[in-house]
């Protein structure tokens, strides 16, 4: 599985872009510059098959309604996030205007379900909320990844004091991911990547050296 990283916005989200050896992508978490996202997708000569959204905040979301009508594939967000994640709720001026809605909206099943074997990229979702009520992340078992998006950084966790946060919430999140195999590579929504094994030796919020969230 091939990964690449574009970093977009005014909060320098890291957007994904991953394919299989049939040059089948999904983009996730297309924050901002759709164009240079679309930029990368055609550089590899890659067709998407999924956009898929770790949370709703709107850093990680404004590209999608335009790369998806551009190159057309289903939207795939939590329905607790969709409930706000395309309306003024979620605008942050100066930086983000309210984002467009995609016309290709669908939502994550369960916890702990699979989706995309089909396309020989299996990946589980994990419902990991505090950071947003329909937080996701995105765990490739085969290839011992982990997309955390907002929940996990390295070093650090997701905020929880945005509206909808909560940290309680949040640190059961995150004793799920902790569960996971040490080998587990973590590519977070910001910031560079990490590993199950180094956030559970050097992360303060994991270890119990820092409280607050």
Same mark, same amino acid.
Request: glycine share 8%.
């Given at each position: 599985?091939?990964?690449?990283?574009?970093?977009?916005?005014? *909060?320098?989200?890291?957007?994904?872009?991953?394919?299989? =050896?049939?040059?089948?992508?999904?983009?996730?978490?297309?924050?901002?510059?759709?164009?240079?996202?679309?930029?990368?997708?055609?550089?590899?000569?890659?067709?998407?098959?999924?956009?898929?959204?770790?949370?709703?905040?709107?850093?990680?979301?404004?590209?999608?309604? =335009? $790369?998806?009508?551009?190159?057309?594939?289903?939207?795939?967000?939590?329905?607790?996030?969709?409930?706000?994640? *395309?309306?003024?709720?979620?605008? *942050?001026?100066?930086?983000?205007?309210?984002?467009?809605?995609?016309?290709?909206?669908?939502?994550?099943?369960?916890?702990?379900?699979?989706?995309?074997?089909?396309?020989?990229?299996?990946?589980?979702?994990?419902?990991?909320?505090?950071?947003?009520?329909?937080?996701?992340?995105?765990?490739?078992?085969?290839?011992?990844?982990?997309?955390?998006?907002?929940?996990? *950084?390295?070093?650090?966790?997701?905020?929880?004091? $945005?509206?909808?946060?909560?940290?309680?919430? $949040? =640190?059961?999140?995150?004793?799920?991911?902790?569960?996971?195999?040490?080998?587990?590579?973590?590519?977070?929504?910001?910031?560079?990547?990490?590993?199950?094994?180094?956030?559970?030796?050097?992360?303060?919020? $994991?270890?119990?050296?820092?409280?607050?969230?």
């Amino acid at each position: 599985m091939n990964i690449k990283s574009v970093i977009v916005g005014a *909060f320098e989200t890291n957007c994904y872009i991953v394919w299989n =050896k049939e040059n089948q992508a999904i983009v996730i978490d297309p924050g901002d510059e759709a164009e240079r996202i679309l930029a990368e997708i055609k550089k590899y000569n890659l067709s998407v098959i999924r956009y898929m959204l770790t949370h709703g905040h709107v850093d990680h979301i404004t590209a999608v309604r =335009k $790369l998806s009508a551009h190159m057309p594939a289903s939207v795939i967000i939590h329905k607790a996030d969709a409930e706000w994640a *395309f309306t003024s709720e979620n605008s *942050f001026e100066p930086y983000y205007s309210a984002p467009e809605k995609p016309s290709l909206l669908q939502f994550y099943p369960g916890d702990g379900s699979s989706i995309l074997e089909e396309e020989g990229m299996r990946c589980r979702i994990l419902y990991t909320p505090g950071h947003t009520p329909g937080s996701v992340c995105l765990y490739f078992p085969d290839e011992s990844l982990l997309f955390s998006g907002d929940t996990l *950084f390295a070093g650090s966790v997701g905020r929880t004091d $945005l509206p909808g946060g909560d940290s309680l919430m $949040l =640190k059961s999140s995150l004793q799920k991911l902790m569960e996971l195999p040490d080998r587990v590579i973590v590519y977070p929504g910001h910031g560079l990547a990490t590993s199950i094994a180094s956030e559970k030796e050097n992360n303060p919020f $994991l270890s119990g050296s820092a409280e607050a969230f």
